[in-house]
Structure formats: structure tokens, C-alpha cells
């Protein structure tokens, strides 16, 4: 149906709603006469005579009212439809698609997304996670999150939190063979978990000090791909690996693993939301929903202060 004959149609029911091309064209926003050269040129157009005019009144042909019959239905869901729409203002609903990176999903979707789901009970939440940018309106994602870089020109980007402190760890296992380090410098003589980016590169890890900040190139027998298999490289003992709080946390408390905080106080660049610039979204819930819900900071757990 072309968009012309939907303009007609729209035309026609609120002359036949009220009988009266005055009341009509008010309706619509339009002038009686504009109202009336449109309904010529629809009814020149079907070949029929929907409404019989004269200069006091307005009734339906035969023609007319059937027709009427059959869009009345049609018409009435539209309006049931914008009206459900009009009423959900400000209750998001549907599923929310969110691509993020391994270290945003565990820093700033994981902390929160029990509160958020409990919160808007009516959201469905979908979170994809990899450590290559991509276009996330081509891909049917509603925000991503990860490096500000990830944001293309015709995005916006907004920041949902700040650097992430970074704990520097290896398990029981690990440090019963090798003195824990104390320096950076000290790393040079142990096995330390690598981590290989989307990109190719080998991360650096990056340590600041007296407000210097520098990164260092290391050695070690065990390099991934992915921050969970990290983790578990060092929980296996295999090495000491760089990684932020969140992911730290639970292995600390546990007793699995002890951080050597006294090699200095890394962290990581925080985390950005991307969204189109159009504020596209596949559902009605608002990106900005998860974000804002993201925590300022983490508990900083107890640094290690044990002896080999």
C-alpha cells in the first residue's frame, strides 16, 4: 500500500467519524478545503463515491459505509497500538543486547545486573562478550561497551566508570617455589600469564608509581587470548597474572590466590558505553539504564604481606 493511499484512508474515517469536513480537517491539522481536495481525488481514484456532501451535511454512500466497516477493525488496533505505546513511556521492556568486552562484562555488568534484572522485571538482557570492536547497530546490538576507542565518529560515547584497579596475583602453589615479587623489576624472574589482544600484540603490563607511570614486557610460559583463561592459569599455579579486582575478588577472599600489592598500584583505563548518535534502540529499555547502575569503584582486597 502506498504511503499516499494510507493519508486518504486516515482521511476518510475521521470525515465518516464525524460527518463534518470542519471538524475533520481540526482532527487532522489540516483546512476544510485541503480535506475536501483530498477526498475528490481519493474518490476519482477508486472509481467510487464514498460520501454524499451538501452544504449543511455529510452522510455515507453505500460504498462508503462498507468500506468503513472493513477498516473500522484495522483502525482501532492502530490506535489500541499507539496507545499501549504511549502508556510503556518510561517502563522499559523487550530484550536488552549488549556487546562488551571480557573485563567491562565482569567489572561492570556482572556487579550490577542482578539489581538491574530485579529492578525492570519486564527486560530480557543479552550480553555477548569479545575484545574486537564491531558495528553494533549491523550486528543488532543496542550499546556495547568497552575501550573509548571502540566508538566510531557517529557515536556517542559515555563513560561508566572510572580506571579499574588492577591486582597483581599467583596462587599459594606458585609462590612456594619463587619469592613473591616486590618491584616490578622483580617480575623479570618469574612466569608471568601473557595476554595476546584482538589486535595481535602482546599487552604490556602497565604500572604507576610517585605518579610515573611505565609498562613493562614480560616472559612466561602460558600466553592466552582470554581473561578467563588467565585467571585460571593462575589459579593453577602456572604463573602470576595481571588482572583487575573484580575478576581478583573472589579467589582472594577463597584464600587461592595472594596479591603482591607492593609492587605498586596498576590499573586500567575505564570502561565507555557506545550508543548510535540516533539513540537507536531495539528494545524500550534505555542503554544508559545499565550504565548508570555501574558501581564508582571496587573494594580493594588485602594486599599480601606473606614470606616465602
Not at 470542519?22 to 474518490?43: C, I, N, Q
Not at 617455589?177 to 612466569?191: E, I
Not at 592466552?224 to 589459579?235: C, G, H, I, P, Y
Not at 587461592?256 to 586500567?268: N, T
Amino acid at each position: 500500500m502506498r504511503r499516499a493511499d494510507l493519508a486518504d484512508l486516515t482521511a476518510f474515517v475521521a470525515v465518516a467519524d464525524t460527518l463534518s469536513f470542519r471538524a475533520a480537517a481540526s482532527r487532522l491539522g489540516v483546512t476544510p478545503s485541503a480535506l475536501s481536495h483530498t477526498m475528490r481525488h481519493f474518490e476519482e481514484r477508486l472509481g467510487f463515491r464514498l460520501l454524499n456532501r451538501t452544504t449543511r451535511s455529510v452522510s455515507l454512500t453505500d460504498a462508503g459505509l462498507r468500506l468503513l466497516d472493513r477498516l473500522r477493525p484495522a483502525v482501532e488496533q492502530i490506535s489500541q497500538g499507539l496507545e499501549d505505546l504511549k502508556s510503556e513511556q518510561g517502563h522499559p521492556f523487550g530484550r536488552l543486547r549488549l556487546y562488551v568486552t571480557h573485563l567491562a562484562g565482569a567489572a561492570v555488568i556482572a556487579p550490577v545486573w542482578a539489581r538491574f534484572l530485579s529492578t525492570f522485571p519486564d527486560v530480557q538482557l543479552e550480553v555477548h562478550t569479545a575484545e574486537a570492536p564491531v558495528d553494533i547497530v549491523a550486528k543488532g546490538f543496542d550499546a556495547g561497551i568497552g575501550p573509548k576507542d571502540w566508538a566510531a565518529a557517529d557515536m556517542i560515547a559515555v563513560r561508566v566508570m572510572g580506571p579499574m584497579k588492577v591486582a597483581v596475583v599467583g596462587a599459594p602453589t606458585y609462590f612456594a617455589r619463587l619469592r613473591p615479587p616486590r618491584t616490578p623489576d622483580d617480575l623479570a624472574r618469574h612466569s608471568c600469564v601473557q595476554y595476546r589482544r584482538a589486535a595481535g600484540s602482546v599487552f604490556e603490563w602497565p604500572f604507576e608509581r610517585d605518579g610515573k607511570s611505565r609498562r613493562i614486557s614480560l616472559d612466561g610460559r602460558v600466553m592466552v587470548n582470554d581473561t578467563d583463561l588467565a585467571v585460571r592459569a593462575a589459579v593453577d599455579g602456572l604463573g602470576i597474572a595481571y588482572t583487575i579486582e573484580a575478576l581478583a575478588d573472589p579467589f582472594l577472599r577463597s584464600g587461592s590466590w595472594y596479591a603482591c600489592w607492593k609492587i605498586g598500584r596498576p590499573s586500567l583505563r575505564g570502561s565507555f558505553s557506545t550508543i548510535p548518535a540516533t539513540g537507536r534502540c531495539r528494545s524500550r529499555c534505555a542503554p544508559s539504564s545499565t550504565c548508570s547502575a555501574a558501581p564508582a569503584g571496587r573494594r580493594r582486597p588485602k594486599a599480601c604481606s606473606r614470606s616465602p
